[in-house]
């Protein structure tokens, strides 16, 4: 079982709709939670961060956090053709120190 | 605020060369900083890590090496590049602190021939 895991998708989401991430992890003691977005051929751009149960709001963005279900997701809502790009959760375990373990992705093309 | 630099941005180098990344950050200090290799369609792969000046953590045995000879530098090198050394590589930075949040550089796309 991978230490982080996502759907590779590509998820396909027509504009406008709200695109739905999930992200499952395996060390219950992880204690931060992250969203980047990465376009093709560019570095990971940090989102936003969790570390309490329940929703945190950006924008058009919401994480979701649920410790006990371990998994994680983000919501997109009213998707535009530039949130196109390959999104990566990455999680902060226990016993991970200063590290930060990254899923492989999930790309995501908002259609027009 | 902080900034982060990474030279050169693309690079080709033939195989059994050299090779030297340069990575700085600017607008903080005693930050945690972070090589990352990606390769091509793959995720990202954790090559060295450090938490202070010459405090290096290698995560993958290879024929890479990390140094952070100052605060705010972090140094990737190579004394023989391999086709396998081809890729992605992206340097980080992340406050001291609980969370861990990490800030990406512009990368390096290194080609290696």
């Known amino acids: 079982q991978k230490e982080v895991e996502q759907n590779s998708g590509p998820l396909s989401v027509p504009e406008g709709a709200i695109a739905s991430l999930n992200c499952t992890y395996s060390?219950?003691?992880?204690?931060?939670f992250f969203w980047y977005r990465q376009y093709s051929g560019k570095s990971p751009e940090l989102i936003m961060f969790i570390y309490s149960n329940g929703d945190k709001e950006d924008g058009r963005f919401t994480a979701q956090l649920n410790k006990a279900s371990q998994y994680v997701s983000l919501l997109i809502r009213d998707s535009q053709p530039s949130d196109s790009a390959t999104y990566l959760c990455a999680v902060n375990g226990k016993a991970a120190g200063n590290k930060l373990t990254f899923g492989g992705g999930t790309r995501v093309l908002v259609k027009p | 605020s902080q900034t982060i630099h990474q030279w050169p941005a693309t690079l080709v180098q033939p195989v059994g060369s050299p090779l030297s990344l340069e990575c700085t950050v600017e607008g903080t200090s005693n930050p945690n900083l972070y090589w990352y290799r990606q390769a091509a369609g793959r995720g990202l792969q954790l090559l060295f890590y450090?938490?202070?000046?010459?405090?290096i953590s290698s995560e993958v045995p290879q024929n890479l090496s990390a140094s952070r000879p100052q605060d705010r530098q972090f140094i990737l090198s190579s004394k023989k590049l391999l086709l396998s050394d081809s890729g992605f590589y992206l340097c980080?930075?992340?406050?001291?602190?609980?969370?861990?949040?990490?800030?990406f550089g512009p990368g390096t796309r290194l080609t290696v021939l």
């Open positions: 060390d219950r003691g992880s204690q931060s």
């Open positions: 980080a930075w992340a406050p001291a602190g609980p969370h861990n949040e990490q800030f």
């Open positions: 450090s938490i202070g000046i010459d405090q």
